[in-house]
């Protein structure tokens, strides 16, 4: 079964950027997605992307993060500028919908 593994979080200022990779082997032809959990709320998605590169946003995060894959290397990128402090939380990969196991995910917090 496909185990994801997320990296590249860490703690920034408001207004910072951070890029997590999501290597994923076996997601080749899935819709992946990146999804985040906030301390206390449920798990959400916030952008997703099919094999073709055919992308998709929360409002939450449009406009300030881009997801992009490789393919070849089966990993998924969030790349996340503009941040704030509302989008501290754990952020994980998984397809969509989520059928792979979950990672351990990577936290991102975002001082004010």
């Known amino acids: 079964q496909v185990q994801p593994v997320e990296s590249g979080g860490g703690l920034v200022q408001t207004g910072g950027s951070l890029r997590l990779s999501c290597a994923a082997s076996?997601?080749?032809?899935?819709?992946m997605g990146w999804y985040r959990q906030a301390p206390g709320k449920e798990r959400e998605l916030v952008a997703t992307?099919?094999?073709?590169?055919?992308?998709h946003y929360a409002d939450s995060v449009k406009g300030r993060f881009t997801i992009s894959r490789d393919n070849a290397k089966t990993t998924v990128y969030l790349q996340m500028n503009s941040l704030k402090p509302e989008d501290t939380g754990v952020y994980y990969c998984n397809s969509d919908p989520s059928s792979f196991r979950w990672g351990q995910g990577t936290q991102v917090t975002v001082s004010s």
């Open positions: 992307i099919t094999r073709g590169g055919s992308t």
């Open positions: 076996g997601s080749a032809f899935s819709i």
